[in-house]
């Protein structure tokens, strides 16, 4: 199956009462343990190459990747530009086949984040491609603090924007480890009422189980981007696959036992976005 865009999977959530991942990749093990866990439980998945991803592999590398995962793959797959800073790295992506940008103007001033958004949206649309922003900033655990989404600007950005998909800062936090905290449903609640543009959550291997079951099912947020949990599910296996064997020293064969745990680890993830009617 060729690769999809972002709206073509998100459109369908919103409609029908799901949420798809969005899924950190760092390298082949983790993207094709992804796709084989899509597959697994029939569900289309979204491969987010982030800032970390892009640092050790080069974006036209990623395309290629993502693209050949897409055309064997049994379910819709998005190639996913997640945290794009500059109108070149968005353009980049854009050329290496990449069927998703997410622009990244949470640190800037309103209006500013909203004319560059704007024209990223504008360059991907004219592509046939489609546009993430974020409103409000996304904080980091054990790192810089988060500025949450004033629902009156939210409004604004998606309108004065047309981008396809709003990231919004409503508790969430990137690069938790743990469940402990949980989304403002109010702060949600106020935001759904003044747009219909499908919403994303970063930071949700934070989001309880539960909270994020809810919410796939009965608000806009379409899109949750997990990337904390199964980078631990992955440092797991490997660590098991290295000190299983001291003598065994063939790096493929170690990461090979890697695959069956992270794709069990994903399934679980995937299965917590599911509306009732794909249970």
């Known amino acids: 199956m060729p690769l999809v865009t972002l709206s073509d999977v998100l459109q369908p959530a ?43 592999t080069p974006l036209p590398i990623l395309g290629k990747m993502f693209r050949h995962l897409a055309e064997g793959s049994s379910v819709p797959v998005v190639a996913h530009l997640d945290h794009g800073y500059t109108a070149d790295e968005c353009r980049e992506a854009l050329e290496s086949g990449f069927t998703s940008l997410m622009f990244d103007g949470s640190r800037l001033p309103l209006q500013q984040n909203i004319d560059e958004t704007a024209a990223i949206a504008e360059m991907a649309h004219s592509a046939g491609v489609s546009c993430e922003g974020e409103i409000g900033f996304v904080g980091y655990a054990e790192g810089a603090a988060s500025q949450g989404t004033d629902p009156d600007e939210a409004a604004q950005f998606a309108r004065e924007t047309g981008a396809d998909a709003m990231a919004i800062s409503v508790g969430n936090v990137h690069l938790q480890e743990n469940k402990d905290g949980g989304l403002d449903e109010p702060r949600i609640r106020a935001i759904e009422a003044l747009t219909d543009t499908p919403l994303v959550i970063h930071g949700g291997s934070g989001v309880p189980m539960a909270q994020r079951q809810h919410l796939a099912r009965t608000s806009q947020i379409c899109k949750y981007n997990i990337g904390t949990e199964l980078r631990m599910a ?21 990461l090979k036992d890697t695959h069956a745990p992270l794709v069990a680890a994903t399934r679980t993830v995937l299965q917590g976005f599911k509306g009732e009617d794909q249970c």
């Not at 798809?20 to 190459?49: C, F, H, K, S």
């Not at 992955?234 to 170690?254: E, K």
């Open 234 to 254: 992955f440092g797991t296996a490997l660590r098991a696959a290295v000190n299983s064997d001291p003598s065994r020293f063939d790096r493929v064969q170690i």
């Open 14 to 56: 919103l409609k029908e009462g799901h949420a798809v991942a969005g899924l950190v990749t760092l390298g082949w093990e983790d993207m094709r343990a992804y796709v084989a866990a899509a597959e697994a439980e029939n569900v289309p998945v979204i491969l987010q190459a982030g800032p970390s991803c892009r640092e050790h």
